[in-house]
C-alpha cells in the first residue's frame, strides 16, 4: 500500500478483527445499530452521538442503545455511571461503529477485509495536534479548578467547554481524514465529509459563546479563547 513520504498511517484490523466485524455486521437479531433511513433521519441519528445532551428516546438508535445498556446494567445490579460499566458500554459501541463503517463501505464498493483499496489517511496533522493541545489544557484547566470548587465549573458553560472541547479535538482530526481521502480517493466519503462539517460549525458556534461567558470570570479561559480564535478559521476551512 501506498503511504506519503514522512507520514504515519493508522493501523489496519487484523484478520481476527475481520472476522468479528464480520460477524457483528450480519447479526440477525437487530442488537447491532444500523441507521437507516433518509440522509437527514440519519444525520438526526449520528447527531446523538456527539451532541451533550442527547434527545434520550428510546426509538432514536443511539439513544435507544444507551437506554437498553443502563436497564441491562441496572438489572444486573451495576451502576450504570461506574468507570467499569462506561468501558463496559464503549466496547459494544465500539464493535457496533465498526460495524456500521462495514456496512458503509459496502454501500460504496468497498471490501473492507482487503483495505488496499483504499489508501489509509495520515494519522498526524498539524491542526488537529494544535486542537488536541487546546483540548488538553481546558482538562488540566478543568482538575486544577475542581480542587478548589470554583463556581464556575457548575454552569452550563463549563459543562459545555469540557464536554465540546472534546468533541472539537475528535471532529477536527475526521475531518481532516475526509479531506484527505477525499482527495485521493475521489468517492469515498462524501457524506461524512458534508455531516462532520456541519457538527464542527456548530460545535465552533457553542464553544465560542461557553469561552465568551467564562472568559469573564477566570483570566486562563480568556487565553484558551484566544488560541482558539487563531485556530478556529483554520477549522472551518477545512
Known sequence: MAKRKGEKCNKKLDETEFQILDAIANEPNGEFLVPAGSEEQVKEFLNCAWRRIPCGKDTCPICGRINRQTEKLIKEGKDPDSLESVFECVGANLAEVLAMAKKDAERHGI??????????????????????DWYVKIVRLYERESKGEAPWLETEEAADLIWYAGTLSAKTYRQLCNQWYLENEKEYGDFDYEYTGEVLKEV?????????????????????HKEFNEFKPAIIKI
Not at 471490501?111 to 488536541?132: G, H, W
Not at 465552533?204 to 484558551?224: H, Y
Request: aromatic fraction near 4%; charged fraction near 25%; hydrophobic fraction near 50%.
Open 111 to 132: 471490501d473492507i477485509a482487503n483495505l488496499d483499496d483504499v489508501a489509509d489517511a495520515p494519522s498526524e496533522f498539524v491542526l488537529s495536534n494544535k486542537v488536541t
Open 204 to 224: 465552533l458556534k457553542i464553544l465560542n459563546k461557553s469561552l465568551f461567558k467564562l472568559g469573564a470570570l477566570n483570566m486562563s479561559i480568556r487565553r484558551l
